[in-house]
């Protein structure tokens, strides 16, 4: 009997060990918070976060040229923990040539070109060393901004920005105005002279007014079919 009880016994104390080591629900939490990995930002991240577009003015026709001038001397002066992205914005557009569409690919804004940039240090005032580097960078012709400090864009002229820059759907370019003189050359209407009255880019038309029958009548054609007068 005796040999019966402390097995007993045994038993019970390995019971209540048991319990003791059962997770509570603060020991559950916590092994739960172990195993969920804690995000972290890299230091780029971080100083990303921090940064702005800047806009330089260049001299047109090079911006291409200047954009590769910035970004080697951001390499070369080590700056680049604080100069992140050089763009020449383009966007996509066609164009009629020679009775045909194509597809050109064309400067948003000619003469400019966008830089991501920490500029202003924590305290407010323009870090000298970034701006040297920007500022002097052969053909770049000075800062956008008011008075003598640059002005950082906007998050709403940013995004409207990028927009034209991603758009999927390229831009119709056409001469053609409103009030124009055209001269229909192909369709029903070959021959026939009128006024521009309407212009659709996205269906790649336009509204012209024609004489017929001596009666002023409004005509929709396909802009490959129009010639100024």
């Not at 509570?24 to 991240?45: L, M, R, W």
């Not at 369709?187 to 309407?198: I, L, N, R, S, Y």
């Not at 790649?204 to 005509?219: H, I, L």
């Amino acid at each position: 009997m005796s040999e019966e009880r402390e097995e007993r016994e045994v038993q019970d104390t390995a019971a209540e060990e048991s319990v003791e080591v059962s997770d509570t629900p603060e020991v559950a939490e916590a092994s739960s918070a172990e195993g969920e990995p804690t995000p972290e930002v890299s230091e780029e991240e971080e100083r990303r976060s921090r940064a702005k577009w800047y806009v330089v003015h260049c001299y047109s026709g090079m911006e291409t040229k200047v954009k590769r001038n910035i970004e080697a001397r951001v390499e070369s002066m080590g700056v680049g923990d604080r100069v992140f992205d050089v763009i020449v914005p383009m966007e996509e557009t066609i164009e009629l040539r020679d009775g045909q569409r194509r597809r050109v690919p064309r400067r948003v804004f000619p003469g400019y070109i966008m830089i991501h940039m920490i500029l202003e240090k924590e305290d407010g005032s323009i870090d000298e060393e970034v701006w040297h580097v920007v500022r002097h960078t052969p053909g770049v012709t000075g800062f956008v901004g008011i008075g003598n400090r640059p002005t950082p864009l906007s998050e709403e002229e940013v995004e409207a920005i990028m927009r034209r820059i991603e758009a999927e759907e390229p831009q119709l370019q056409v001469d053609f105005r409103v009030g124009d003189r055209v001269r229909i050359t192909s369709g029903p209407f070959a021959d026939f002279t009128g006024t521009v009255v309407d212009l659709f880019p996205d269906k790649g038309k336009a509204r012209v007014a024609v004489s017929f029958f001596n009666r002023e009548t409004p005509v929709e054609v396909d802009f490959l079919q129009l010639e100024k007068v």
